[in-house]
């Protein structure tokens, strides 16, 4: 069963960190674009990052404050969040994509549950 799951999210104060993981199963993550995605209550979802499969190539659209990384070992993809905003609150969403890097969720294949992200003092 292929199958995306994200964790590491949770409550944490302005200024704080945390590292979401996005976790497969059922298929190779190597073989594919890994996207993080977030959805604030209200608005629209937006693309955070992305990594590509073929040249490991990145793209940020909250670039200095999130890493994406990805462990093949592992079947994993991170991202490393820090200095949080309260701004940054937030469901994300790990996805994945078998053609390239998009802010457009149309071209992801296999999306996870979410993980909520909290950001207040």
């Known amino acids: 069963q292929v199958q995306l799951v994200e964790s590491g999210g949770g409550l944490v104060q302005p200024g704080g960190s945390l590292r979401l993981s996005c976790a497969a199963s059922?298929?190779?993550?190597?073989?594919?674009?890994i996207g993080w995605f977030r959805q604030a209550p209200g608005k629209e979802r937006e693309g955070v990052s992305c990594?590509?499969?073929?040249?490991?190539r990145i793209y940020y659209s909250v670039k200095g404050r999130f890493t994406i990384s990805r462990d093949n070992a592992k079947n994993t993809v991170y991202l490393q969040m820090n200095s949080l905003k309260p701004e940054d609150t937030a469901v994300y969403y790990c996805?994945?994509?078998?053609?390239?890097?998009?802010?457009?969720?149309?071209?992801?294949?296999?999306w996870g549950q979410g993980t909520q992200v909290t950001v207040s003092s």
């Open positions: 059922g298929f190779n993550l190597d073989y594919y674009n």
């Open positions: 990594i590509s499969s073929s040249d490991g």
């Open positions: 996805a994945a994509a078998f053609r390239r890097c998009s802010d457009s969720g149309s071209l992801y294949s296999y």
